[in-house]
């Protein structure tokens, strides 16, 4: 009798996450097969090409590897400056590192196009950078550098951080070494949660990219969004599928790696 | 600048002095005041107290993790080390929760203050493998962190903390965090590897036969200061004051009046050796003294000088503790052979030895 309830409760359960699953996954769907149909409007009968994917590689490759550039930059700058200021704020622990990480954490409350526009209205007028793809850059890392910090920070608190340091500091490890051999490894389950938010983040940002971009400085949301507003729909959706083609590997990837790389606190995911 | 050359083997650490060393945090909190000590080369010297005592602090202060108020100097053999950080005073440090590396083996966390040293591979090694052998851990080098018991992290602690021959050994709480059974084995091994070792360290406790078993001086302390400084048998004999007494091991106090020769109770009278001299505030005659509830013994009832009403009995096994009603102002706790038959409600007579009653000062809460 039992059994059968579970049965049906199962049943329901799974009945409503799939159903929740496909509200969430059929339009990405159909919006991935209108980029490989002939004719949306005709439907799928009209037939299936490439066509329109390859328009969109010949039109928007710069910009898909723009995205990447930009990505792994906004990674490499937010673990050289994110990791050792987690450390420095974590040790400190006072009023002032408080105020700091706060302060860190703001552009998460920031629209983006208010950051965007205090960046245009600071280092608008100087030219060469302001044209140049480092200037989305620096608002990439100013939106994603809370995401690193904080999760580093998460770790640090969670596995006494503090001790391990004074530890090794009383085994003659100067402050340097310390971080190479005990803070960073120890950290890694928090580095690698923030440098998959990081990359994903600085992938997929539109709002800061759109008002910092130049003509020559699109990324890839950005020319989604070029595209969707002067192409035909089915070469916007073939962008869509390029799109999907790209990151969802590249996320599949690093969460593999962030599960072997757990790291040694039990914090494996 | 290190202290002491990493190789040299015959260390046996250094004198330590503490001289007027206090600490006031940055919120104000006062947790030690002025301090002066001094640590013999090769001398176990344990600090005993209550939590917030300032034992850690005092320990972290030697150790180089917290720098003492203007003033406060830390002397290694004499050389001034108040403002050489940790990791160039050359101490060994065991932490309570052990801070142990987990990214780490057991080798290489023992290995690490070598490495650290620019010690070679080799003699690393061999320093690995006697340390492994000292602290018993044999067949656990190649073991992550996570995967060693209580036990076993704390005798790794211990030999990473000794590898590297520090000038002082730290131990700060280092048996707090296992349990009971397991505490008492490893205190009788850590009093062995310090007596080979020979090595100067300092130990925090709260724990008063830890103190006793390990330290070859105890301090007292409380609230930020020295209560009393003295071999086990010096605090646990001779308190200092009443919170000593306390503190250390179970102690009756009773308040009672002093008159040629013996002390008035309201039980009767016990012979007591004169006092060398009464402290201040007992010229009235009234003073503070302290029995050991085991020097006190029981007599026939019929010829009592000192006599009380049995109260509770408990049967511990070696011995039993019990309650005496009416002997003095307070209840006093009698420590019995456990063959002794006595139950609630016997009338029975109080014997102490005049030496073993101790006047302490009658002002101190």
Known sequence: ?????????????????????????????????????????????????????????????????????????????????????????????????????????????????????????????????????????????????????????????????????????????????????????????GILAGSLMVVTLSLGEFNLTWMLHTPLTKTLPVGLADSYASMRLEVASAYTLVFFVMIVPLLVAMQIFAERGGGPLGLRR | MILQDSRNTSGHGVAVRIENCAKTFADGTQALGPVTLDVARGETLVLLGPSGCGKTTLLRIIAGLETPDAGGRVLFNKTDVTRVPIERRNVGMVFQSYALFPNMTVAENIGYGLKIRGVAEAERNARIAELVELTGIEGLERRRIDQLSGGQRQRVALARAVAVRPSVLLLDEPLTALDAALRERLRGELNRLLRALGITAVYVTHDQSEAMVLGDRIVVMRKGAIAQVGTPRDVYFAPASRFVAEFVGAANIVEAAYETGSLRLPGGTIPIAPPPAMHDGQANGRVVAMIRPESIKLVPAASCALCGLVESVNFIGDKQKASIAGAAEKSLTVDLPNTVAIKVGDRVGLAIEPGEIRLLPGDLA
Not at chain 1, 84 to 93: F, V, W
Not at chain 1, 132 to 138: G, T, Y
């Open chain 1, 1 to 189: 009798m039992t059994t059968m309830r579970d049965r049906l409760i199962f049943a329901a359960q799974l009945a409503f996450t799939l159903l929740v699953a496909a509200f969430l996954i059929v339009p990405a769907v159909l919006s991935m097969t209108a980029g490989v149909t002939v004719n949306y409007f005709r439907g799928i009968e009209s037939g299936v090409t490439l066509q329109w994917v390859i328009e969109v590689w010949q039109l928007y490759s710069d910009t898909i590897f723009r995205s990447f550039l930009i990505a792994i930059a906004t990674l490499g700058v937010t673990l050289i400056a994110g990791v050792p200021a987690a450390y420095a704020l974590h040790l400190r622990n006072d009023r002032l590192s408080r105020t700091i990480e706060e302060i860190i954490t703001l552009p998460l409350a920031i629209p983006g196009l208010a950051i965007a526009l205090a960046l245009l209205l600071t280092y608008g007028g100087f030219g060469d950078f302001r044209r140049s793809w480092l200037f989305i850059l620096v608002g990439h890392v100013i939106f994603t550098l809370p995401f690193m910090v904080r999760s580093v920070l998460a770790v640090f608190g969670a596995s006494d951080i503090k001790t391990l340091d004074e530890g090794a500091a009383s085994l003659g490890a100067l402050p340097w070494r310390r971080f190479r051999d005990v803070i960073v490894p120890n950290a890694r389950p």
